[in-house]
């Protein structure tokens, strides 16, 4: 295989990627209502992209008293 399409090939595998789904559950202490902060990133760019939403979604949640619901088993 030549360089050139080795470095192709690697290429279009970071940019494509596996899709992967984050969620994190947001609770608010004082009335337990719950709220969900969830993202999906296909390719490379998406996942930047999904990461940064659900880090804002995260932090409005918490400046309005929100904290993070603990997973199962922790």
Do not use: W
């Amino acid at each position: 295989m030549s360089i050139k399409s080795l470095i192709f090939a690697a290429s279009l595998l970071a940019v494509s990627g596996c899709g992967r789904t984050h969620e994190v559950t947001m609770v608010h202490p004082e009335t337990k209502a719950t709220a969900n902060c969830i993202a999906h990133g296909a390719g490379f760019i998406d996942r930047i992209t999904a990461a940064a939403a659900l880090d804002d979604c995260i932090k409005k949640h918490e400046a309005q008293g929100y904290v993070r619901q603990a997973a199962e088993g922790d």
